[in-house]
């Protein structure tokens, strides 16, 4: 049997028992569907956090996490370093956050500049510095995260090409918090749906796992720069016995 559209059913055409549109008893309810596409249009819904903030070193390695609540403040990033380096021996040289401007102008209107001063400079990591503005002082003097102006030598290295050719290069990742953000990207729809309890326990795991395979991968380049030192030293040693003294 060909089933016909409703707009294609003419008055000629026989009508089948149960093809009629009842209308609907409440025409607010009915107006509501008409804009929202559904009944209501609100729902109560458990609440959840904002994001899961992440401190990592640049070989990726997983140094902390925290759930941020509502937003990601400024207030609240510098709360989270402040907790995890309590100690200012163990403060890290250069902290690449995408807000490292904003982080900076905190810190300094916070009088908390004189206790990262001594150990610490705050630079914006490569991926995000691109949108900033190029008028805004303070971002393109102090968080740059590449300055050519032999500002921050450190961050910026001298290597050559396949010819060559020598060319700046950045002396390391600052992807890695991006690179650790796309990962966890795909459990994102089995996470969202857990407790609270059930989602601490499972990010600590899915952390701990990326750090033990990050830290295999280090000590795998590592064994391969060693052997090939050794072959080189071996081949040395080789040509050295094959000379004849006179």
């Known amino acids: 049997m060909l089933r016909r559209a409703q707009e294609e059913r003419q008055d000629w055409l026989p009508h089948t ?4 549109e009842l209308e609907h008893d409440n025409l ?7 804009v929202s596409g559904t009944k209501y249009n609100n729902y109560f819904s458990a609440s959840r956090f904002y994001c899961v903030e992440t401190i990592c070193a640049p070989c990726g390695v997983v140094i902390a996490w925290c759930k941020f609540a509502k937003a990601e403040g400024v207030a609240k990033i510098l709360c989270f370093l402040e907790d995890v380096y309590e100690d200012p021996d163990s403060q890290p040289s250069y902290i690449d956050i995408d807000k490292g401007c904003a982080l900076l102008k905190h810190i300094v209107k916070q009088h908390h500049w004189p206790a990262w001063e001594p150990t610490t400079r705050i630079i914006v990591d490569s991926y995000h510095y691109i949108n900033h503005q190029v008028t805004d002082y303070l971002c393109q003097t102090w968080c740059n995260p590449a300055p050519l102006n032999g500002a921050a030598t450190n961050l910026v290295v001298v290597d050559e090409d396949k010819e060559g050719r020598p060319y700046y290069k950045r ?4 992807q890695a918090c991006e690179q650790l953000n796309a990962w966890l990207g795909g459990f994102q729809t089995v996470l969202n749906q857990m407790t609270v309890s059930n989602f601490d326990f499972t990010m600590h795991v899915l952390l701990f796992l990326h750090t033990q395979h990050v830290i ?15 072959e080189v030293v071996k081949n040395e040693e080789s040509d050295d016995d094959d000379i004849i003294e006179y």
């Open 216 to 230: 295999a991968r280090q000590e795998e380049k590592g064994g391969k720069k060693t052997a090939g030192i050794e």
């Open 28 to 34: 607010k309810e009915q107006e509501v569907e008409e």
């Open 17 to 20: 028992a149960g093809t009629e």
């Open 171 to 174: 002396a390391f990742n600052t």
